[in-house]
């Protein structure tokens, strides 16, 4: 029976623990670029113990971010600083993961911390926002382009290059960003794909961009390392995308390559009723895991390490991926190590001079804290 402070071995790579830190937006880029935000935000994570450190949507198109400051990787310019975190999260002893995204209709906004629900015009710095079909996210947002068919295969295209540079940056692990209501769930759910080529319609016909990409990935991804998708697993919307149209589709992406699903949900609708608690989304990738045999990553208001560990130990997920909760808690896996029970070493920075064979965990007394 596997346990939270187990190890995870997804083709060649062994991430040390089962939890991840979840792809988390820092809205601190100029033209794409990585800084030193970015180093210190997700190598603080790395040095607090987490196994697997996925970066925020790197955005594979200037077009695909969803705001101006987002993270990039559509250049080769990109990859110098990348390489640098990488790098950082290695020595720390954690796996460096990436995911790669196009916002689709939902690009183009301001931060967060501004009105979010609008879309930014050119003279705001804004662009031309690209979908499936010119349906709008929402009141006030801007009617997308509908892409031809030419414009779709430019955007397979881009995610491959994406992940060529993720690997020339140096990190083990990909992941390919198909929820929240981005580009590649917008082609999945009815609710904002209203085509009637070979890309619309049909479950067939709206999950053929994500394989087509999936596999094109796949193709240039060494076989060595491993390959993730992020999904919405329903809408929480009647007759959009759902739970079961979600294993059919992982059913799809396992033969192609993909070695674990990561299991979110919403985002196509902003009047979504979603019932927000503790592991609400939790029964998704339990559901996967058990119907399609593939491994499955659990998200959402964990926050718990004995609730982490019983995702773990009962079999609904094989990794728990935290957002939030690292963010209050960058240290949070060295805490439930402690919670629970487990071994784990601390930084040595962080540690008093201990006598020689001091064990690895050492406890709140030797903790450097003047």
């Not at 794909?193 to 049909?202: E, L, M």
């Not at 728990?320 to 909760?325: D, H």
Request: glycine share 8%; hydrophobic share 40%.
């Amino acid at each position: 029976m596997s346990h939270l402070f187990e190890p995870l071995t997804l083709r060649s790579v062994t991430i040390p623990n089962r939890i991840a830190v979840s792809p988390m937006c820092q809205y601190s880029s100029v033209e794409g670029y990585a800084n030193d935000w970015h180093l210190v935000h997700l190598g603080s994570r790395a040095t607090g113990g987490a196994g697997l450190v996925l970066t925020e949507a790197a955005a594979i198109t200037p077009q695909g971010r969803i705001s101006p400051q987002d993270l990039g990787i559509w250049s080769d310019n990109h990859i110098e600083f990348l390489t640098r975190i990488v790098h950082f999260i290695s020595q720390r002893g954690s796996i460096a993961g990436i995911q790669l995204a196009h916002a689709g209709r939902k690009a183009s906004t301001p931060p967060p911390w501004k009105h979010r629900a609008v879309t930014l015009t050119e003279a705001e710095g804004g662009w031309q926002i690209v979908a499936p079909s010119s349906v709008a996210f929402d009141d006030g947002c801007i009617v997308p382009k509908e892409m031809t068919e030419d414009e779709i295969q430019e955007i397979v295209t881009a995610f491959t290059e994406a992940a060529r540079r993720s690997l020339l940056a140096g990190f083990k692990i990909a992941e390919i960003h198909a929820a929240h209501g981005y580009l590649l769930h917008q082609f999945l759910s009815p609710l904002s794909n209203r085509r009637t080529d070979g890309y619309g319609g049909s479950f067939e016909n709206r999950t053929r961009l994500l394989r087509d990409i999936v596999a094109a990935v796949r193709a240039i991804w060494p076989e060595h390392l491993p390959l993730l998708v992020r999904i919405s697993a329903t809408d929480w919307v009647e007759d959009g995308w759902d739970i079961d149209q979600s294993v059919a589709l992982v059913r799809q992406l396992l033969p192609l390559g993909v070695d674990l699903i990561d299991c979110s949900s919403g985002g196509s609708d902003p009047h979504a009723q979603i019932p927000l608690g503790a592991g609400y989304q939790t029964r998704f990738a339990e559901q996967i895991r058990r119907e399609t045999g593939g491994k499955t990553g659990a998200v959402g208001m964990i926050t718990a390490p004995a609730q982490a560990d019983h995702i773990i130990r009962s079999g609904q997920a094989d990794l728990v991926l935290l957002a939030r909760e690292m963010l209050r808690d960058p240290y949070w896996p060295l805490r439930a190590a402690r919670e629970l029970g487990f071994m784990t070493p601390w930084p040595a920075q962080y540690v008093r001079s201990a006598p020689p064979n001091t064990p690895a965990y050492l406890p709140d007394d030797q903790i450097r804290i003047k």
